[in-house]
């Protein structure tokens, strides 16, 4: 059976993914400068493919993150 990497993270998952501790990711969410998380339920959760995208992006804040996300295909 092959082992597929989860599409939402944690937070042990996404601090891990962005090479930082948990503390410092709730603070880049805290200060701004991280992508939304989705919630479910009290669950706490980030998009792998975002936090990639975003790092690929070069961790814009979270308002230009957004912008960028809302630009049509060809602004970006």
């Given at each position: 059976m092959m082992q597929t990497e989860p599409i939402l993270l944690d937070a042990k998952g996404a601090a891990a993914l962005l090479a930082v501790g948990k503390t410092h990711l709730y603070g880049l969410l805290a200060s701004g400068?991280?992508?939304?998380?989705?919630?479910?339920?009290?669950?706490?959760?980030?998009?792998?493919?975002?936090l990639e995208a975003w790092t690929a992006?070069?961790?814009p804040s979270a308002e230009r993150w957004q912008a960028l996300q809302n630009a049509p295909s060809g602004r970006r």
């Open positions: 400068r991280l992508p939304r998380p989705v919630r479910l339920g009290r669950a706490v959760r980030w998009r792998r493919d975002e992006a070069g961790c």
